[in-house]
């Protein structure tokens, strides 16, 4: 069912948790140059939808195309593997900077792409982890180019505590985008990644946002947005938190005040269907958004089906904050002015 929590933490920040998000992203537009299918992704303004959720303006972030990925996760992974290579090209030889060097993750679905694509870059090996519930045409994207999959558990988590004990093992490099006690250098750099979505927003809009419906599984591309947002627009936008009831993580973290991990049936919403949040997203997120709101798979449903009759097809996942403005808020009256992120492009699986 749908829920919503607004954040006692605001502007302060939970106490236990210190290490927050980056919000300078002088150093991302440049790494990601040397990646051949970097550029901007577009900032579309559908007056139609607006008028249907009772807005002024709408405004989403379109990343179904971002570096021929189909994601926002392109600039994360990539973005961190580019920083590793940064540090060990010679001679500028960057096709082979990081050769022999081997990146290891689990994935829901498009961190795992982004691992694998910047792997091949810098001449390193993605191994990728996927629990049984991934399909099995999204495996076969990863071996395309280059990674090799293993299977491993029914959940998520259960292929994260495998490719976390391969890495253990000594053979490879965990490059996760969640973060916990002990690990944190790498899934920061992914998340300062995600800073790129965020600036190109700010420079394509015309007027700063009144409202931002992010939507989260451990929440590092909410945490990221919602760190730059406060840079560029200060405290003006309400920032929304938006999460399967399925999986609230984030939610019962920021009322628990401190991490925890949930537990519910498999959601629709599979990028999303995260039980247990990062630790930097959280501490980043209890500082700078205003509320958590939980949807329902029906929510999810519904708004896709909206968005692929105006041509704007996505995934339940893809769709997320949208379905959470479509909702309505309190407070966000005819004149506001959403941002939403259109976070990935329909499944071909």
């Given amino acids: 069912m749908r829920d919503s929590f607004d954040n006692p933490y605001l502007q302060i920040g939970l106490p236990d948790l210190q290490h927050m998000p ?20 577009p900032l579309l303004n559908v007056p139609e939808l607006a008028k249907k959720i009772g807005v002024a303006q709408l405004h989403m972030k379109d990343e179904r195309g971002r570096m021929g990925l189909g994601s926002f996760k392109a600039l994360g992974a990539a973005y961190a593997i580019a920083c590793e290579a940064a540090e060990c090209v010679v001679e500028g030889q960057w096709d082979d ?23 091949g870059l810098f001449g390193a090996k993605a191994i990728i982890y996927l629990a049984e519930s991934v399909p099995e045409a999204f495996a076969d994207r990863l071996r395309a180019i280059g990674a090799e999959v293993v299977r491993a558990g029914a959940t ?34 992914v998340m300062e990644g995600y800073l790129q979505l965020a600036v190109e927003a700010a420079e394509q809009i015309e007027e700063p946002p009144t409202h931002i419906f992010l939507q989260a599984g451990v929440g590092g591309l909410a945490a990221a947005v919602a760190a730059y947002a406060r840079v560029a627009w200060g405290r003006g936008p309400v920032i929304v938190v938006v999460e399967p009831d399925a999986a609230p993580a984030l939610i019962e973290s920021m009322r628990a005040g401190e991490i925890v991990t949930t537990a519910g049936p498999v959601s629709d919403m599979g990028r999303l269907d995260c039980k247990t ?3 930097i997203a959280l501490a980043g997120l209890a500082r700078d958004a205003n509320t958590f709101v939980t949807i329902t798979e029906d929510d999810a449903a519904q708004a896709i089906s909206i968005l692929a009759d105006h041509n704007l097809t996505t995934t339940p996942s893809g769709g997320a904050g949208f379905a959470a403005a479509l909702n309505g808020f309190d407070g966000m009256g005819p004149g506001a002015r959403v941002l939403v992120i259109l976070s990935e492009g329909a499944e071909d699986v």
């Fill in 22 to 41: 980056k919000d300078d992203a002088s150093n991302v537009a440049a790494l990601l140059a040397k990646c051949p299918a970097h550029k901007a992704t």
């Fill in 97 to 119: 900077a990081l050769t022999g060097e081997v990146f290891i993750t689990a994935s829901a679905g498009n961190h795992g792409l982004s691992v694998a694509a910047g792997a």
């Fill in 156 to 189: 998520y988590e259960d292929s994260l505590d495998a490719a976390q004990a391969r890495a253990d093992a000594g053979q490879g490099t965990l490059l996760s985008d969640g973060s916990w006690p002990g690990y944190t250098a790498l899934p920061s750099r």
């Fill in 277 to 279: 949040p990062s630790m």
